[in-house]
């Protein structure tokens, strides 16, 4: 049984990042592009179209996770060692910079430390 969400700070932590990442990649992509050192002159067509693609995938792990969906809740770190996969083979291909994929690894470090926290209580 999942814990009630306004007891999970984990979970809260969790699902705030997800859903602030899925919030600007949406609404102000090149926002984000700046904040995770980026250069927003590249956010193109195809880059918000992958941006869509990320953020769909967020609000739905948001959302299914706060209305108590335990195996969603369980999903967020596995998810997060995927795209940690992301960001270091794109710095490593050139796609984006070192600098970046150090950030943005940094942010998904922070979803996998609640996580893992969460499943010591669990």
Do not use: C, H
Request: aromatic share 6%.
């Amino acid at each position: 049984m999942a814990t009630p969400v306004i007891e999970d700070r984990e979970l809260q932590v969790m699902a705030g990042i997800a859903a602030t990442v899925a919030a600007l990649s949406i609404g102000r992509p090149r926002l984000l592009a700046r904040l995770l050192l980026l250069d927003p002159d590249e956010i193109t067509g195809t880059a918000r179209f992958a941006l869509r693609l990320f953020a769909t995938r967020n609000v739905w792990v948001v959302w299914r996770s706060l209305a108590g969906d335990a195996e969603v809740q369980a999903a967020y770190v596995p998810v997060q060692y995927l795209d940690q996969a992301v960001f270091w083979g794109s710095a490593l291909d050139g796609s984006i910079p070192k600098r970046s994929a150090a950030l943005t690894a940094t942010v998904s470090g922070v979803i996998i430390a609640a996580g893992r926290r969460r499943a010591t209580r669990a």
